[in-house]
């Protein structure tokens, strides 16, 4: 059974920046590609960020592109995602999720993750 777990959430204000970690367990990380989504209120979740298994390769949305930086250490079992220039508008529950069914190098689409961490709440301030 796979197991994320995240962390790095919390308040910020506009202009600050975070870093969100989410480990892994259960399953041989290296084999999965992995994703960030977040869910604000009365929207739809999203991807904003997604890494190939070897971290070659990166998926950003527009809206989070030159901004935040998706990474990971496949000896530690963690994929990060750091966050700069925050906006208001970032504000939501972001989660951390596997693929390990190897279709797509780097899935862009929240139904290609089979695995979900509980999510961290970024709240950014104006």
């Known amino acids: 059974q796979v197991q994320l777990v995240e962390s790095g959430g919390g308040l910020v204000q506009a202009g600050g920046s975070l870093r969100l970690s989410c480990a892994a367990s259960?399953?041989?990380?290296?084999?999965?590609?992995m994703g960030w989504l977040r869910q604000a209120p009365g929207k739809a979740r999203e991807v904003v960020a997604a890494?190939?298994?070897?971290?070659?390769?990166?998926f950003y949305a527009n809206s989070v592109k030159g901004r935040f930086t998706v990474s990971r250490d496949n000896a530690k079992n963690t994929v990060y995602l750091q966050m700069n220039s925050l906006k208001p508008e970032d504000t939501a529950v972001y989660y951390c999720?596997?693929?390990?069914?190897?279709?797509?190098?780097?899935?862009?689409?929240?139904?290609?993750?089979?695995?979900w961490g509980q999510g961290t709440q970024v709240t950014v301030s104006s």
């Open positions: 259960g399953r041989t990380f290296s084999s999965a590609a």
């Open positions: 890494i190939s298994r070897t971290g070659g390769s990166t």
């Open positions: 999720a596997a693929d390990y069914s190897g279709r797509y190098d780097v899935p862009t689409q929240g139904v290609s993750y089979n695995y």
